[in-house]
Structure formats: structure tokens, C-alpha cells
Nanobody, 123 residues
């Protein structure tokens, strides 16, 4: 089972990026998916989650209104559209698959993790 995150890069403040996370080895169409991030010297934090159907989402306050999580179960892929980026969004972003179907902000509910993709936002 593998989660492969991609789409990171270096952008200026105010720009947009879209992260993708493709799952292989099994389907996660019945599992909630999430994005987390870890900045240098900080603990990993919740960014966004989406239920198995895509009908329910949750966001950290720091990204609400700027980031959008979505999924395409036919492609076994989850996305994170990041708009109006800020320097404080700089971090390694990780996608994860939860044990259950409902969205959740708890890292402990996620059992599969991708390798991370670096996002750097300059001012």
C-alpha cells in the first residue's frame, strides 16, 4: 500500500498550488482521507480532511477559505487546492488515509501515510 503525494514546489505569497495524492495497492474509496503538514521545528498539524464520499470536509482554521480538499474515488486520488498562499504555509505536506469513513482531524485515526511533498512560500 502506497500513498504518493506530489505537486509541491516553491511559490511566492498569493500564488496557488494543487497537491495530489495517489493511492496504490488498494482502494481507499471507503476511507476518509486527510492532509497534514509539518513545518521546520514544529509538530505535524492537521490541514484538511474529507469523508469517503467527498460529501463532508473539515479544515484547520488557518487554511479555511483558502484551501480546498477534494477526491476522485475512480482515480484513487485526493487533492488539496491551495490558494492565496502565505509564508506560514511553508511545510512538508503529507496525505493520509483514515481507518474509518468519516472525516477526522485526529492524526491517530490515520493508518496510512504518504512520503510528503515540500511546499515553500516566499514573501
Amino acid at each position: 500500500v502506497q500513498l504518493q503525494a506530489s505537486g509541491g514546489g516553491m511559490v511566492q505569497a498569493g500564488a496557488s498550488l494543487r497537491l495530489s495524492c495517489v493511492a496504490s495497492g488498494r482502494t481507499f474509496s471507503n476511507n476518509a482521507m486527510g492532509w497534514f503538514r509539518q513545518a521546520p521545528g514544529k509538530e505535524r498539524e492537521f490541514v484538511a480532511s474529507i469523508s469517503w464520499s467527498g460529501g463532508s470536509t473539515d479544515y484547520a482554521d488557518s487554511v479555511k477559505g483558502r484551501f480546498t480538499i477534494s477526491r476522485d474515488n475512480a482515480k484513487n486520488t485526493v487533492y488539496l487546492q491551495m490558494n492565496s498562499q502565505k509564508p506560514e504555509d511553508t511545510a512538508v505536506y503529507y496525505c493520509a488515509a483514515a481507518r474509518g469513513a468519516g472525516r477526522t482531524i485526529s492524526q491517530y485515526a490515520y493508518v496510512y501515510w504518504g512520503q510528503g511533498t515540500q511546499v515553500t512560500v516566499s514573501s
